[in-house]
């Protein structure tokens, strides 16, 4: 499925925001996905927004 490749990638980011010593973020980034996740299979919200989603916590945590 495109969405679960999509958020591992995800995970993937946050994992190495974790092996940076911020395991607070990874924490976090790990219970949105898992919330996303399960918006999704629900059909709260599409892939779509969860991507959205995804998109601006990334920007507003990881600006450089």
Known sequence: CFLSHCLLRWRQRWLTAKDCACGRLYRIGMALT????????????????AMK????????LFVN
């Open 34 to 49: 898992d919330s996303l996740d399960e918006l999704i299979t629900s059909g709260a919200i599409t892939p779509q927004l």
């Open 53 to 60: 989603v995804l998109q601006q916590v990334r920007s507003t």
